[in-house]
């Protein structure tokens, strides 16, 4: 058996970083993470989803790009990530309630490492109280995350 190739042991290749981001347009939400490969070998990044434990939320369209970047609805399977190098997946919403929060928003990243299909479980957004929403109560006990955030009519 070949010995494993990611830089840290025990450590899933394909995390989640700090940063996120998160744009409102009308009733549609974006809320995007970034990612990064730790991993000593390339990923082919293949599929990603929201999960939506609670509902309130209909996906929309996914993209490997940061919140504000025109949606195409497509994530192109193939897209290589290098170890090291990261990547934003964003993901739009249709907000079917009068304020998202407090639901949870992760995602789930299929991928290749080494030729062997596998898939990441992101944390994503554990309450979107911590997102601005129009309409909506404003937490203030703040975030922990890195925001880049962008508003439109």
Excluded: H
């Amino acid at each position: 058996m070949p010995a494993a190739t990611f830089s840290f042991a025990n450590s899933p290749p394909l995390i989640q970083d700090t940063a996120a981001c998160s744009a409102q347009t009308g009733r549609e939400l974006q809320l995007g993470v970034q990612v990064t490969n730790r991993s000593a070998a390339p990923l082919t990044l293949q599929t990603a989803r929201a999960v939506l434990p609670m509902g309130g939320l209909k996906q929309v369209t996914q993209q490997w790009a940061p919140c504000g970047a025109l949606p195409d609805g497509l994530i192109p399977a193939g897209d290589i990530l290098q170890p090291g190098a990261s990547t934003w997946l964003t993901v739009t919403f249709k907000v079917q309630v009068r304020c998202p929060a407090p639901a949870p928003v992760q995602f789930t990243v299929g991928y290749l490492a080494q030729g062997r299909p596998a898939a990441a479980s992101l944390p994503g957004f554990p309450d979107l109280s911590q997102v601005p929403y129009s309409g909506c109560p404003a937490n203030t006990a703040g975030s922990l995350r890195s925001w880049v955030i962008t508003e439109s009519p």
